[in-house]
């Protein structure tokens, strides 16, 4: 049987977005199964949590990113609107949040399909990659077309039973947490954590030595 690992992901992360391209090239390249587990922003799963952080993360997260983006050659831009809505300078997050919860209840319903990298690289790419008003239009259905799925199907879905997709959600942040771990990306493998954009190589070559081998 295939090697797995769970993949812990959000849709406000950049990071994670910036690692999607290479997760989606692992899975292709190599005889391994990533399990997609959608999770909410540190934003909501800390309340409070921007009101604490150090004012010198921000500016660098904002840099950092941008040049892993270069680096990598790919599209770029902090999302407009962004996934969370908040005041960015008091840290303030109100309860009503009108993206987030759709988007990660419809990352989970791409994931129960068994096409969630799909639905991420390509969601994602019109959050981060520079596209302005990806909510509105068709920017979105468009993307989950490209994804092989109808956006509208998953809509009807998930509203026929919004508490299920609810409770996966917080089963995989109690899955995250007790990982080790509270950022994203997580890659967990076997219970080892791999935490950050910056360790799919070390995630390999730890899976090598548990027998990973490339597809044929």
């Known amino acids: 049987m295939p090697l797995s690992f769970d993949l812990f992901w959000s849709f406000r992360s950049p990071y994670s977005y910036l690692a999607t391209p290479r997760l989606r090239q692992l899975a292709?390249?190599?005889?391994?199964?990533?399990?997609?587990?959608?999770?909410y922003p540190i934003?909501?799963?800390?309340?409070?949590?921007?009101?604490?952080?150090n004012p010198q993360w921000p500016p660098y997260l904002l840099t950092d990113t941008a040049r892993i983006a270069e680096f990598e050659n790919m599209p770029y831009a902090w999302p407009s609107p962004d996934p969370i809505v908040m005041d960015i300078k008091t840290g303030e997050v109100p309860a009503d949040q009108p993206y987030i919860h759709r988007l990660t209840r419809l990352g989970v319903a791409a994931a129960q399909a068994g096409h969630g990298m799909a639905f991420l690289y390509e969601v994602s790419r019109i959050i981060f990659g520079g596209t302005k008003g990806w909510n509105e239009g068709t920017h979105l259905a468009?993307?989950?077309?490209?994804?092989?799925?109808?956006?509208?199907d998953l809509d009807k879905k998930i509203e026929a039973d919004p508490t299920a997709y609810e409770k996966i959600i917080e089963e995989n942040e109690a899955?995250?947490?007790?990982?080790?771990?509270?950022?994203v990306p997580l890659m967990v493998f076997e219970g080892e954590p791999f935490f950050g954009q910056d360790r799919i190589d070390l995630l390999v070559w730890r899976m090598k030595q548990k027998g990973l081998a490339k597809r044929a």
Not at 29 to 37: F, M, S, Y
Not at 43 to 53: D, H, L, N, Q, S
Not at 143 to 150: N, Q
Not at 175 to 183: E, N, R, S, V
């Open 142 to 152: 468009d993307a989950v077309a490209r994804a092989g799925f109808d956006l509208a």
């Open 28 to 39: 292709e390249t190599w005889d391994v199964t990533i399990n997609v587990r959608p999770v």
């Open 175 to 183: 899955a995250q947490k007790t990982a080790g771990h509270w950022g």
């Open 43 to 53: 934003a909501v799963r800390i309340p409070g949590f921007f009101k604490t952080v």
